[in-house]
T-cell receptor, first 113, second 113 residues
Framework: AQTIHQWPVAEIKAVGSPLSLGCTIKGKSSPNLYWYWQATGGTLQQLFYSITVGQVESVVQLNLSASRPKDDQFILSTEKLLLSHSGFYLC????????????FGPGTRLTVL | QQKVQQSPESLIVPEGAMTSLNCTFSDSASQYFAWYRQHSGKAPKALMSIFSNGEKEEGRFTIHLNKASLHFSLHIRDSQPSDSALYLCAVSIRGSALGRLHFGAGTQLIVIP
């Protein structure tokens, strides 16, 4: 069975500090991977997607970047956090070649102070 | 740009009632229509999806799609307190960026015992 793990579970960071969030998927080969962001009380927005190692496409510009260093790993990062980066970050996957149904990880709650 | 809107924003129903949630979308090229359920502080989880006009029933849940009206809905029969959650509708457009799901802002459902 496939499992999706995100780390850390929660993070409190200062404005201007760097950030790195991670996601790993086990039990599925070559999944499509996605990063989403949900501001408190806000709409779920897709940030990035990746269909293969080393290839990441940006969907929404939020001064964030993403990388896929391994088939089962997706990283979201920034060098300088903004207050507006606070929210719930979710990693998701879908079957290769099928992008419709997406399965979400447990998420990381980020608070920027 | 696809616009996805949900109504109502929130809903309180007694246990055992029929609940109806609505979603409208703006792009007639939309191809995939889904409902996700998100309990507080948790990740969204796919409930049901549909591709063609008509209805699809799974247990107490029914999804109804009318592409001509740019509208789809979720009906919950015999609503239970455990159904209390944020319900998100999602739409994907044919030919869009792989896996680009557009989410609505959600309907907060509370089922009172």
């Amino acid at each position: 069975a496939q499992t999706i793990h995100q780390w850390p579970v929660a993070e409190i960071k200062a404005v201007g500090s760097p950030l790195s969030l991670g996601c790993t998927i086990k039990g599925k080969s070559s999944p499509n991977l996605y990063w989403y962001w949900q501001a408190t009380g806000g709409t779920l927005q897709q940030l990035f997607y990746s269909i293969t190692v080393g290839q990441v496409e940006s969907v929404v510009q939020l001064n964030l970047s993403a990388s896929r260093p391994k088939d089962d790993q997706f990283i979201l990062s920034t060098e300088k956090l903004l207050l507006s980066h606070s929210g719930f970050y979710l990693c998701a996957w879908s079957l290769p070649g099928s992008s419709y149904e997406q399965y979400f990880g447990p998420g990381t709650r980020l608070t920027v102070l | 740009q696809q616009k996805v809107q949900q109504s109502p924003e929130s809903l309180i129903v007694p246990e055992g009632a029929m609940t109806s949630l609505n979603c409208t979308f703006s792009d007639s090229a939309s191809q995939y229509f889904a409902w996700y359920r998100q309990h507080s502080g948790k990740a969204p989880k796919a409930l049901m999806s549909i591709f063609s006009n008509g209805e699809k029933e799974e247990g107490r849940f029914t999804i109804h799609l009318n592409k001509a009206s740019l509208h789809f809905s979720l009906h919950i029969r015999d609503s239970q307190p455990s159904d209390s959650a944020l319900y998100l509708c999602a739409v994907s457009i044919r030919g869009s960026a792989l896996g680009r799901l557009h989410f609505g802002a959600g309907t907060q459902l509370i089922v009172i015992p």
